[in-house]
């Protein structure tokens, strides 16, 4: 049952899992309350699915401008790695 507390640091927020639930329990809910302000402030825009072809990981974008596209820096490098072969690949192509 979700509740509206005020405690230090913090002003008038909603606690929505007693406090001595288990850990994965309070992730959970946490995950999902903060989900609920991610679709109430239109925001559902910066999740995505990872732009790496072999990998379904999702995508965070708090970027300012909106521009990530992978989920994990590992994910990042490999298809950078491999835009890099295919250019240099090209150019032996044309040479
Ligand atoms: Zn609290
Ligand atoms: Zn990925």
Do not use: F, K
């Amino acid at each position: 049952m979700p509740q509206l507390v005020r405690h230090p640091p913090l002003d008038w927020h909603i606690h929505a899992v007693p406090s001595d639930a288990p850990l994965a329990t309070r992730i959970l809910v946490e995950t999902a309350m903060a989900m609920i302000d991610v679709i109430r402030d239109d925001e559902l825009s910066r999740l995505t699915i990872c732009a790496d072809s072999d990998c379904q990981g999702i995508v965070l974008d708090l970027s300012r401008n909106r521009s990530r596209r992978y989920c994990s820096t590992t994910c990042s490098n490999r298809n950078a790695q491999a835009a890099h072969r295919a250019r240099r690949a090209d150019q032996t192509v044309t040479a």
